[in-house]
């Protein structure tokens, strides 16, 4: 589980690389120092990325939710 300060402590790298977060959500840090959301998925057996938005922009609680999953009964 990521936490608030790893991502803000989080600094650029030559090459972007992701702090992983759980369930293929990561933050992916960007050689210029953006901070960026994804989602990773399958969908008809192709890896799909969905692209969510900006930290902080998109804050930490986002995909922390405590309900539950909106697939399950």
Do not use: E
């Not at 930490?60 to 909106?70: A, M, V």
Request: proline share 8%; net charge positive; glycine share 4%.
């Amino acid at each position: 589980m990521l936490a608030y300060i790893q991502i803000n402590t989080a600094k650029p790298k030559a090459k972007p690389y992701s702090l992983t977060d759980a369930l293929d959500l990561h933050i992916v840090i960007q050689p210029n120092g953006q901070k960026l959301w994804r989602l990773r998925y399958r969908f008809l057996d192709k890896q799909k990325t969905l692209h969510l938005g900006g930290w902080p922009q998109v804050s930490l609680s986002f995909p922390d939710c405590n309900d539950s999953h909106p697939y399950q009964d």
